[in-house]
Nanobody, 115 residues
Framework: QVRLVESGGGLVQPGGSLRLSCAAS????????ADWYRQAPGKERELVAT???????SYADSVKGRFTTSRDNAKNTVYLQMNILKPEDTAVYYC?????????WGQGTQVTVSS
């Protein structure tokens, strides 16, 4: 059974930082492409960052230069380091894995950027 467990969300002031983690089990993690999505209230879910199984990385324009994604295959974990956070980054953040043509989602973690 595939399971994704996210952690690291919370409340942070504008300009602050948070690191999200997504730990996977039940798959050969190094074979998976990992993405981070977010969904703000009243908005559609949007792709924030992608890291492929060979380590290629891409970001949404809105987070370039502020967010960094990485993965540790030995720990079956993908990370999203978020710096210089803005109120518009407030959303529920979801980890997504694409593995053997199937999609798996984490439970989501709330990130709130507010003073």
């Amino acid at each position: 059974q595939v399971r994704l467990v996210e952690s690291g969300g919370g409340l942070v002031q504008p300009g602050g930082s948070l690191r999200l983690s997504c730990a996977a089990s039940g798959i050969i993690f190094s074979f998976a492409t990992a993405d981070w999505y977010r969904q703000a209230p009243g908005k559609e879910r949007e792709l924030v960052a992608t890291i492929t199984k060979i380590g290629s990385i891409s970001y949404a324009d809105s987070v370039k230069g502020r967010f960094t994604t990485s993965r540790d295959n030995a720990k079956n974990t993908v990370y999203l380091q978020m710096n210089i956070l803005k109120p518009e980054d407030t959303a529920v953040y979801y980890c997504h894995l694409r593995y053997l043509s199937k999609d798996y989602w984490g439970q989501g973690t709330q990130v709130t950027v507010s003073s």
